[in-house]
């Protein structure tokens, strides 16, 4: 079964851009939530949505949003981009969410930022 | 607030000795506890899970080990080998947030 696809792998923006990142996760899982990992700092979780709706988000900016579409696939948005969103974000899919069982992620979207 | 710290970052073990990983949280409802590893280049997966109500969990060469009073839990891993080389995130769910959170990663590195 195929698994969590998250595109692009690499891209790089300018300060000031907007960057679209694209999740789609494995058949039947009905969750998809988002992380952005840099050196030191682990795994920071941006936002979970389930069915649509966006269940949490982390303490990110405004600047960052989210959303997903009827078939599970998820995009998330960073707008008016800063150096220090140069990161790995990684899309994680599960079938009932972050609460109760494993976490599927794809292989992330390295952003960087010039 | 929500926390999870993780120790110690780095971590260099000789083939075949033991390597232990320890995490403390903050939020004394949390009740899920997993641990992802994180190989070069690739997503992180789950490697094992505790939930609040078992102290310890065992899969081969893996345990993990949690003490809910001191709200602290640690990974094991026996006979460690070359392949183990990787980064190793602890996680805790958050029911006061309704987040899972991470701790900050362990690069564990063996030598052969």
């Known amino acids: 079964k195929a698994g969590v696809t998250q595109t692009p792998r690499y891209l790089i923006k300018t300060r000031g851009q907007q960057v679209t990142l694209s999740c789609s996760p494995i058949?039947?899982?009905?969750?998809v939530s988002w992380y952005q990992q840099t050196p030191g700092q682990g795994l920071q979780f941006l936002f979970e949505?389930?069915?649509?709706?966006?269940?949490n988000k982390g303490n990110f900016p405004g600047r960052f949003s989210g959303r997903q579409f009827s078939n599970s696939r998820s995009e998330m948005n960073v707008s008016t981009l800063e150096l220090g969103d140069s990161a790995l974000y990684l899309c994680?899919?599960?079938?009932?969410?972050?609460?109760?069982?494993?976490?599927?992620f794809g292989e992330g979207s390295r952003l960087t930022v010039l | 607030g929500e926390n999870v710290e993780q120790h110690p970052s780095t971590l260099s073990v000789q083939e075949g000795d033991s390597a232990v990983i320890k995490c403390t949280y903050s939020d004394s409802a949390s009740n899920y506890f997993p641990w992802y590893k994180q190989e070069l280049g690739k997503g992180p997966q789950l490697i094992i899970d505790i939930r609040s109500n078992v102290g310890e969990k065992k899969d081969q060469r893996i345990a993990v080990t949690l003490n809910k009073t001191a709200k602290h839990f640690s990974l094991h891993i026996t006979e460690t080998q070359p392949e183990d080389s990787a980064v190793y995130f602890c996680?805790?769910?958050?029911?006061?947030?309704?987040?899972?959170?991470f701790g900050s990663g362990t690069r564990l590195l063996v030598r052969p």
């Open positions: 949505y389930f069915s649509e709706t966006q269940r």
């Open positions: 996680a805790a769910w958050m029911d006061s947030s309704y987040k899972l959170i």
């Open positions: 994680a899919s599960s079938k009932t969410g972050t609460d109760t069982g494993e976490l599927f």
């Open positions: 058949s039947g899982h009905r969750s």
